[in-house]
């Protein structure tokens, strides 16, 4: 599994770039107001780490601007990420996980719902 560490700033980016499919750096900026008011020289420098460095984003150029589109996918951003902090505060295991959620009252009644869904569902996968 290819590691992917971003942090809450390149998150929100990627989390647009996901919604939208791409975005210019001046779309990001309006999509984040709100939540967060950013000039668009940081977006801009975040973007450049995001494809310099990190090798998440790619961009094509039309007109003066730039278009951004994410190279990694959402679903194995969140599969490194939470690898990783399984892995480093958990000591790998996953069940230690979900024990800490379960004990911190961090799931409501419709999340423990799901998660006996998919208990179930992963029981009958493994007899299968």
Not at 31 to 41: C, E, M, P, V, Y
Not at 58 to 73: E, N
Not at 77 to 97: C, E, P
């Amino acid at each position: 599994m290819k590691k992917i560490k971003l942090d809450e700033l390149q998150l929100a980016i990627m989390q647009v770039l996901w919604d939208k499919g791409e975005a210019t750096v001046a779309e990001i900026q309006e999509a984040l107001k709100g939540s967060r008011d950013l000039a668009i020289t940081t977006i801009g420098t975040v973007l450049s780490r995001l494809e310099d460095k990190k090798k998440a984003v790619t961009h094509v150029t039309q007109g003066r601007k730039y278009v951004y589109q994410a190279v990694i996918s959402e679903q194995e951003t969140k599969s490194s990420m939470v690898h990783s902090l399984v892995k480093q505060l958990f000591k790998g295991r996953s069940a230690s996980l979900v024990n800490h959620l379960l004990q911190e009252d961090e799931l409501d009644k419709n999340e423990l719902e799901q998660l006996k869904e998919m208990i179930k569902n992963a029981e009958k996968k493994q007899g299968e």
